[in-house]
């Protein structure tokens, strides 16, 4: 299949695009500019890879959690991409993300998954990793991404006692806070990769998941933007 992988829920902006086997993946260096650098990025790795947007089988989006704004740019340019030509979308999370990215070439171990998303906030997972990918892992109340505290996340991380790997830019922001409770925090999984994404994508469809159109498709933010909560403290209309 070829597919597009449009990656843009932290400050970073990445794009990736598949063509049978080949995968090709940038990370655009001009952090927090999501709307300016990820349509042309888009059509690079497109020309690079000799593929029209009208070749495409799905496009693969992260929606979240993660930023507010980059979550909106990535979604409304992979529903964009849909009603324009019509290609399917996939939706992908990013704790989900960070954690298949943890889990290629690795034995099995867990991994947390942490999004920074402001605010003093991160969204988080807890996962099981291995070399056929990443399942969640964690009590009912706790499973897939949940906003807390990074203090919480601590605390809860504490309490189980499992000491998973860190990733994500929330595990890099705070890894003061986690480096008691975590064996370590990768440096190198700041971004969901968009490449990640693609593989986790294509598990999904071949085991039967069809892609969507764009009304079924909506960002997880996690929590409301900083305007309309800034609004709803002064008491004025949104």
Known sequence: MNLVAIESATAATAVAVASGDEVVERVADEPHRHAEVLLPTLVALLEATGLAIADLDAVVVDVGPGRFTGLRVGVATAKGLHVATGVGLVPVESTDVLAEAASEGASAREVVAVVDVLRGE?????????????????????????????????????????????????????????????????????????????????????????????????????????????????????
Do not use: Q
Not at 154 to 175: E, F, K, N, Q, S
């Open 122 to 238: 991160v969204a988080w997972a807890r996962y099981r990793t291995g070399p056929g990918g990443a399942e969640l892992v964690g009590a009912d109340e706790v499973r897939g991404p949940t906003l807390s505290s990074p203090e919480h996340l601590g605390a809860h991380l504490a309490a189980a006692g499992t000491r998973p790997v860190a990733v994500g830019d929330g595990a890099i922001r705070y890894r003061d806070v986690l480096a008691p409770v975590v064996a370590g925090v990768r440096d190198d999984l700041a971004v969901p990769p968009p490449a990640a994404a693609i593989r986790l994508a294509r598990r999904r469809l071949g085991s039967g998941e069809r892609p969507l159109g764009h009304a079924a498709v909506r960002p997880r933010y996690g929590r409301e933007a900083d305007a309309v909560a800034n609004f709803a403290v002064r008491g004025e209309p949104s």
